[in-house]
T-cell receptor, first 114, second 114 residues
């Protein structure tokens, strides 16, 4: 089974802090994704990466950046955290064949910005 | 655990009955569809997928139906069990022109009554 692991289940940070969310997958997947999930808004794509050191903006990239230095690891960075970034963050990965393979998700990081 | 959606449509089902969850999509170019199950405190879990060249696909106790004419997708769960209580999401691949990104539906909460 695919295993996508997010390093923290719960995280509390302060406004203005730089925040790192880490995600690791163990299936040698090329493609990795970061989403946020908010009540009433569903899952929204922040950034994705289809290879090491490659990244593409999703639908809501503002206020975020990402890093993909190794194939198995995809990091989401909040450069200067704000309260409107309080959310559930979900990482996902998939095999090449991108559009026709399911994405597999981690269990999420619930981030609170105070 | 905290709910993933405060205003989700809810389907209440008697244990042992069949469940039908519906999803409408808007993009006629979408060529691949996925159903996910999300339990409280966990990430979305892949259930079943279907490509646009198919009308029906069956898995273990689940069936997905695709009606491209009316852009409608449904998930049928046979003999619903208490462990099926969760939020169910459909996702559509937007197609190659849109970078093969997924768009997620808002979700339906299924409550199984004993």
């Amino acid at each position: 089974d695919v295993k996508v692991t997010q390093s923290s289940r719960y995280l509390v940070k302060r406004t203005g802090e730089k925040v790192f969310l880490e995600c690791v997958q163990d299936m040698d997947h090329e493609n990795m994704f970061w989403y946020r999930q908010d009540p009433g808004l569903g899952l929204r794509l922040i950034y994705f990466s289809y290879d090491v050191k490659m990244k593409e903006k999703g639908d809501i990239p503002e206020g975020y950046s990402v890093s993909r230095e190794k194939k198995e690891r995809f990091s989401l960075i909040l450069e200067s955290a704000s309260t409107n970034q309080t959310s559930m963050y979900l990482c996902a990965s998939t095999t090449p064949g991108f559009g026709n393979q399911p994405q597999h998700f981690g269990d999420g990081t619930r981030l609170s910005i105070l | 655990g905290e709910s993933v959606g405060l205003h989700l449509p809810t389907l209440s089902v008697q244990e042992g009955d069949n469940s039908i969850i519906n999803c409408a999509y808007s993009n006629s170019a979408s060529d691949y569809f996925i159903w996910y199950k999300q339990e409280s405190g966990k990430g979305p879990q892949f259930i079943i997928d279907i490509r646009s060249n198919m009308d029906k696909r069956q898995g273990q106790r689940v069936t997905v139906l695709l009606n491209k004419t009316v852009k409608h997708l449904s998930l049928q769960i046979a003999a619903t069990q208490p462990g099926d209580s969760a939020v169910y999401f459909c996702a559509e691949n937007r197609g190659k022109a849109a970078g093969n990104k997924l768009t997620f539906g808002g979700g339906t909460r299924v409550l199984v009554k004993p």
